[in-house]
């Protein structure tokens, strides 16, 4: 069976950089969410306007089925990134065939908004941070994971997911 992994999270936590650890690490196929929005929602987004629930079901069910999609391939693992801020959302994901674990990265605000803030044309902007923690709903006791509060160098990360998918999986 499939396991899937989706790297969830607020802007500016280091998805991108955590999946391509978990992609190293299990030399699976991955898939960066942002990729799966449509122009409607980056021109939303890059206008400071919060994406709604009927925005993002769309780009949810698209992620959902790329990872079905690799499940029927046959593969052992697939990785994507996705905020998956709310239980709503990380339930459409865990429709996916196969089994889906999220590994949220949580390091402290202070650091994703001086990330944010360096960041260099990407339509996602400093000022959506307090937004996506307005909404931000922990994982729950039925949706297996992992949350990452380390706020090191992304090295450290890197150590502490491999070590929790060597440990669990």
């Known amino acids: 069976m499939t396991k899937h992994y989706v790297i969830m999270g607020i802007c500016g936590c280091g998805k ?38 009927e925005d993002r079901a769309p780009w949810l069910g698209n992620l959902r089925d790329w990872m079905s999609e690799q499940a029927k391939n046959g593969a052992k693992y697939s990785v994507v990134t996705c905020s998956a801020l709310k239980k709503a959302y990380r339930d459409i994901l865990r429709g996916a065939e196969g089994e889906v674990y999220f590994i949220h990265l949580s390091p402290p605000i202070e650091l ?9 044309g990407h339509y996602m902007k400093a000022s959506m941070v307090d937004s996506q923690l307005a909404i931000l709903q922990p994982l729950e006791p039925d949706e297996r994971g992992i949350v990452i509060d380390n706020a090191g160098a992304a090295d450290e ?7 929790w998918l060597d440990s669990n999986h």
Do not use: S
Request: aromatic share 4%.
């Open 16 to 53: 991108t950089t955590a999946a391509q650890t978990v992609q190293q690490h299990l030399h699976c196929a991955y898939a960066e969410g942002d990729d799966f929005h449509t122009q409607v929602n980056r021109d939303k987004m890059g206008a400071g306007i919060p994406l709604t629930d």
């Open 112 to 120: 994703n908004r001086d990330r944010m803030a360096a960041r260099q």
């Open 157 to 163: 990360v890197a150590a502490d997911i491999r070590r």
